[in-house]
């Protein structure tokens, strides 16, 4: 090597040790005036030997000509929110849903204790914008944004500018694939002092840190965000390949630390609830004296393999929350409280209040949640009414300020027809499934009877059809189908492939071109995937990703609206509730009656086929029995029964004398087994679960399908740069369907590479690899010939 390339090795590792002392250990080495004469002999360095330079270089933060528009990002390992705790009930009620989910992994506490208490990982909650980094082989590749959770924003020219951003990782044992998640933010000095500079300059000033963060990262020019205080925190990782990390979320923040990135300094573990409360009751007592903004803390369970076991739901992971610090709050007056139809028909009422400002924002309107809260809060219209914004977001009422209201005051009832169609307005019943029995009680929520016969239902169920990430009919926004249904010309979404260019092209604000475009769209939407299909139904607590899954994993509309409850829980991530859900929809008349219309209509589904392969043969005759959930015979009781009797009919035609000689089978397992089984409909249902595990190919008897035996198994694919005709998951499930594994990375063992329009380097790799090409017309071409 050279005097120079040496010099400049040296320099930029004295550097990133430097950056690493200041930014992550707080404890610089060195003034600032030393650290700028080795910064500008890099730069004159870099400058006399331009082939020298590096992309990790730490001159190389600031990017070069402002972008025309951010890329988008797929998150391969979707970006979820957390739950929100805003009391000490909540966050017991979370520590006690996690023990329960634990079940027998949590050990047993002491004699008198009930369980062993769950270690916990403790930190602020910073107030900024999440964000993802991507490192391969150690250096920074890319950065985005959280966006919706799936999709974000390219932002690495603008991440790179973040001084305590490590752009290479310092030392060694990271994996080759590292995504790093944290937040960025800016600290309340750096707050005061861009705007002080933008006051200055005459230009606009920011309304608080949090803004002044994401308006900064968002800049198209890399080289404004330079100019702005920034900083990142780590707090989590997404995608992991070829490495592992810790299996301890508070270990694995230590080796982030280790190989240069920052982590909160108030990290800390815990163990159970009390420790919980402790930690958030000194955090929230030094709060006003921390450098940057922070609206709570958030816990994860410390064990990642507990992680996994509590799962998700919706869009939330089980195994963690948000303990929300209280917002901001004021007095008004409550001066109505009117109630609103949403899609499924639930009757909520909102509170209509004296126009107040709370946290910076003019608040006339709150939410009151259900009838169950008005009356806990004990709520009259005319009552003085403390408001927040809970979360900092939604403004909601706290309590009534009783010796302020007027005699005037009267009670809020909940109307007993609907306000839109005038229908009847019915409680809904709650049911608790439990061992063996199922309890019946009152529910919170209040539901109009009129299903799309009430004209604020049919209208929000068919926006929701039509949503983005439904059916994605360009054109058809919120106003036009409220249109639509006031003139009657929609009853239900069926009815949308029936309109003629007649009865639109009269309507407000359509003309011939606008009516021809519409009908354009909707024609268009005729052909659209299972998963987007089942999420346009509008299916209670089935979201964006359920629906990936139930498509995914049965592969057809007919075994989804066929399944049973009990069938659907071997999906993973699909509770109980969450299937009998599902379960009544398809039952539902009515809703057989629309999805007909639909397939009569034209909508024809695409990407239907068999049960995954990863499904066959999946249930095995304890997990039935488990899930048939009989009292007294859990997991351990339903394997022995599996082992000892082998099927179904025998377990059910077992007498006294062969439990008797089960070994560890008690005598109350026993005798709950038969008495169960002594139930004519327990049999037929039991049965009927066995029948359905064999139609579906689920059963232990089933043939079990090799992922080897489908055309891409043991293949390695990588999908890069934007495409067109689908997206990049899509993508990825049609070739994991096929037997392939996506990999974000390209290697000497990739098989083929599909590079739409914005691929970079890891089209360049592959071509330096000579690994095999695809645009996006010769994959598609590709995947038609494989699937006929």
């Known amino acids: ?123 602020p909650k910073l107030d900024g914008l999440a964000v993802s980094l991507l490192y391969e082989n150690g250096v920074l590749v890319r950065g985005a944004t959280r966006g919706d959770g799936s999709t974000g924003e390219d932002i690495t020219l603008n991440v790179r500018t973040i001084s305590n951003i490590p752009l290479k990782l310092h030392g060694d044992g990271w994996p080759q694939i590292l995504e790093v998640r944290g937040e960025v933010f800016m600290s309340r000095a750096g707050f005061a002092e861009l705007n002080a500079r933008a006051m200055a300059e005459g230009s606009k000033v920011f309304a608080n840190p949090r803004n002044a963060a994401a308006g900064s990262l968002r800049q198209l020019d890399s080289k404004i965000t330079a100019s702005r205080p920034l900083e990142f925190c780590a707090y989590g990782f997404g995608r992991v390949e070829q490495g592992e990390l810790s299996d301890s979320q508070f270990q694995i ?73 209280p917002a901001q709050e004021e007095i008004t007056t409550l001066l109505d409280v009117e109630f609103q139809v949403g899609r499924t028909g639930a009757v909520t009422p909102v509170a209509r209040l004296a126009p107040v400002q709370v946290a910076g924002v003019t608040v006339s309107n709150a939410t009151l949640h259900n009838m169950d809260e008005v009356a806990r809060l004990g709520l009259m219209v005319g009552d003085s009414v403390i408001i927040r914004r809970a979360g900092d977001v939604i403004p909601q009422v706290v309590s009534v300020v009783l010796e302020r209201r007027p005699e005037h005051a009267r009670a809020v009832e909940i109307p007993h027809s609907c306000p839109v169609c005038g229908s009847a307005v019915e409680r809904t019943q709650l049911v608790k499934r439990g061992k063996g029995k199922a309890s019946v009680s009152e529910g919170s929520v209040y539901r109009c009877v009129g299903r799309l016969a009430c004209q604020a239902q049919r209208a929000q169920a068919i926006i929701h059809f039509a949503s983005r990430k439904a059916l994605d009919i360009d054109g058809l926004g919120d ?72 498509a995914r994993a049965l592969g057809s509309l007919e075994r989804v609206s066929q399944a049973l409850p009990e069938v659907l829980t071997y999906l993973p991530d699909v509770g109980l509730e969450v299937a009998h859900e599902i379960h009544s929809f398809f ?105 359905q595990l064999l139609a579906f190919g689920m059963h232990w008897n089933s043939e079990r399908k090799q992922l080897s035996g489908l055309p891409l198994a043991g293949q390695t694919w990588v999908l890069t740069g934007t495409l067109e005709a689908m997206t990049r998951d899509d993508a990825k499930q049609q070739l994991e369907a096929l037997g392939a594994k996506v990999a ?35 994959f598609i071409q590709q995947l038609a010939a494989l699937k006929g």
């Open 587 to 691: 039952a539902d008349a009515h809703n057989q009656q629309v999805i007909a219309g639909l397939l009569a209509n034209g909508v024809q589904l695409q990407e239907e086929g068999e049960l995954h392969a990863e499904f066959s043969a999946c249930a095995t005759l304890a997990s039935l029995l488990e899930k048939l959930n009989i009292a007294h015979v859990a997991a351990t009781g339903a394997q022995r029964l599996a082992e000892r009797f082998g099927s179904l009919e025998a377990v059910m035609a077992a007498d006294w004398l062969d439990l008797r000689s089960l070994e560890r089978f008690n005598e109350k397992a026993a005798q709950a087994l038969r008495d169960y089984f002594a139930v004519p409909a327990h049999v037929a249902y039991a049965q009927q679960l066995e029948a």
């Open 253 to 325: 923040l230590q080796q982030f630390k280790q190989w240069g990135l920052p982590i909160s300094p108030e990290l800390k573990l815990v163990q159970g609830a009390k420790a919980l409360l402790a930690y958030y009751q000194d955090i929230g007592a030094r709060r006003d004296q921390l450098s940057y903004d922070i609206d709570g803390v958030v816990y994860k369970v410390d064990d990642l393999a507990w992680q996994a076991e509590l799962g998700f739901r919706a869009r939330e992971p089980r195994w963690a929350t948000a303990h929300k610090f």
């Open 479 to 550: 106003k036009i189908v409220e249109q639509l249904v006031s003139q009657a010309l929609l009853h239900s979404p069926a009815d949308l492939y029936q309109l003629s260019f007649e009865q639109i092209v009269g309507l407000e604000g359509f003309a011939e071109l606008s009516t021809r475009n519409l009908l354009q769209a909707i024609a268009e939407s005729r052909t659209p995937s299972l998963a987007r299909f089942i999420y346009a139904l509008g299916i209670p607590d089935v979201g964006e990703e359920t629906a990936k899954l139930l």
């Open 1 to 123: 090597m050279s005097s120079a390339e040496l010099r400049i090795a040296a320099l930029r590792e004295q550097l990133a040790q430097h950056n690493h002392n200041y930014y992550v250990l707080d404890a610089p080495t060195i003034p600032d005036a030393e650290y700028d004469r080795l910064f500008r002999e890099l730069q004159a360095l870099e400058q006399q030997h331009p082939e020298l330079r590096s992309n990790d270089s730490p001159t190389q933060r600031v990017g070069g000509e402002a972008l025309k528009a951010f890329a988008q990002v797929q998150h391969e390992v979707p970006m979820l929110s957390l739950g929100n705790a805003f009391s000490d009930d909540d966050l017991h009620d979370f520590d006690r849903r996690v023990r329960e989910g634990l079940g027998d992994l949590l050990p047993a506490g002491d004699l008198f204790g009930g369980g062993a208490a769950v270690s916990y990982t403790c930190e």
């Open 744 to 778: 974000g990375s390209v290697s000497a063992k990739t098989h083929c590479v599909v590079a739409g329009p914005g691929a970079g380097s890891k089209l360049a790799k592959a071509q330096q690899l000579n690994v095999p090409v695809l645009d996006e017309s010769a």
